[in-house]
């Protein structure tokens, strides 16, 4: 059984930087396309990053692009999230995704796996 474990999270001021991690365990993560998204109370869980199996392929929201990086360590099992001038708009709890079907990954419905959230605070 997938697991995937994130870490990283924590309250930071306005511009500072963050770095999530995503330790998988249980699969063949190295085949799997791994992608964040992040959720507010009441609103839906939107697409951050995500990066293909091989890390060639990379995919960003508009609201980011610029500002964070997608990379993986296959060897390491473990997909990261550079966060950098991070906004109060930012805050949320981050949530790292697999998929096993090499799909590009930029909605929800496209994760097989999910991990339990990290929290993601920036104060103005």
């Known amino acids: 059984q997938v697991q995937l474990v994130e870490s990283g999270g924590g309250l930071v001021q306005a511009g500072g930087s963050l770095r999530l991690s995503c330790a998988a365990s249980?699969?063949?993560?190295?085949?799997?396309?791994m992608g964040w998204f992040r959720q507010t109370p009441g609103k839906e869980r939107e697409f951050v990053a995500s990066?293909?199996?091989?890390?060639?392929?990379?995919y960003y929201a508009d609201s980011v692009k610029g500002r964070f990086t997608i990379s993986r360590d296959n060897a390491k099992n473990t997909v990261y999230l550079q966060m950098n001038s991070l906004r109060p708009e930012d805050t949320a709890v981050y949530y790292c995704?697999?998929?096993?079907?090499?799909?590009?990954?930029?909605?929800?419905?496209?994760?097989?796996?999910w991990g339990q959230g990290t929290q993601v605070t920036v104060s103005s």
């Open positions: 995704a697999g998929d096993r079907n090499h799909r590009i990954m930029v909605v929800a419905t496209t994760a097989d796996y």
């Open positions: 249980g699969g063949t993560f190295s085949s799997y396309t």
């Open positions: 990066i293909s199996w091989s890390g060639g392929g990379r």
